[in-house]
């Protein structure tokens, strides 16, 4: 079955750096692929996603690359404020979604 | 819209005792998920269903069963609590139009089983 890895767990960056977050897929087939935000106490929340067809995406300060060929995506996120402190997650689908460990993202003021 | 809701937020049972977890959606979703969030794992999908009067095991089932009662509601039973089921369980829905893979999560419940 599918399995999701996900780098850094734990990630501190300075206030405005950027801070990229990586995840490798071990199923060809999956096709779709998005990033989910989770502030404490609360659940999920889709930040941006991309499909197989697409190899970026841009959506203000977060951006999502995808290679294919190697199997690996990663979440970029430029000019980090404090309110980006929270856990990352990744996931892959073909048809249910695997997540990956997660990552606690700390933006220090 | 109220999203996906779920209930209770927080619940302490002890071992051997049994509970059922609640969840709705009010976005005319066709998918229901349930997932258990344990430190350092990520989300595990515990069962879901496709559609109204469909039910599928996921990465981890054992423990416990479900009931889609309808298409706004998926129920999660414990029927024996054990210790290990102590998690954080979130229900979560997607089929919406033009995004049918987008999965919106609910806030989340909080077990401790003693």
């Known amino acids: ?32 692929f998005p990033w989910y935000k989770q502030e404490l106490g609360k659940g999920p929340q889709l930040i941006i996603d991309i499909r197989s067809n697409v190899g970026e995406k841009k959506d203000q300060r977060i951006a999502v690359t995808l290679n294919k060929t190697a199997k690996h995506f990663s979440l970029h996120i430029t ?27 700390q933006v220090k003021p | ?34 997932y258990r969030q344990d430190p350092g794992m990520g989300l595990r999908l515990i069962y879901y269903s496709a559609s109204e009067g469909t039910t599928d095991k996921g ?15 998926f129920s999660l039973r414990l029927e024996s609590a054990a210790p290990s089921q102590t998690s954080v369980y979130f229900c979560a829905s997607s089929g919406g139009q033009g995004r049918r893979e ?12 003693l």
């Open chain 1, 1 to 32: 079955g599918e399995n999701v890895e996900q780098h850094p767990s734990t990630l501190s960056v300075q206030e405005g750096d950027s801070a990229v977050i990586k995840c490798t897929y071990s199923d060809s087939a999956s096709n779709y």
């Open chain 1, 79 to 105: 000019e980090t404020q404090p309110e980006d402190s929270a856990v990352y997650f990744c996931a892959a689908s073909q048809s249910k979604l695997i997540f990956g460990q997660g990552t606690t993202l």
């Open chain 2, 1 to 34: 819209n109220a999203g996906v809701t779920q209930t209770p937020k927080f619940q302490v049972l002890k071992t051997g005792q049994s509970m059922t977890l609640q969840c709705a959606q009010d976005m005319n979703h066709n998918s229901m998920y349930w």
């Open chain 2, 59 to 73: 990465e981890v089932p054992n423990g416990y069963n479900v009931s889609r009662l309808n298409k706004r509601e």
């Open chain 2, 102 to 113: 987008t999965q919106y999560f609910g806030p989340g419940t909080r077990l401790l089983v």
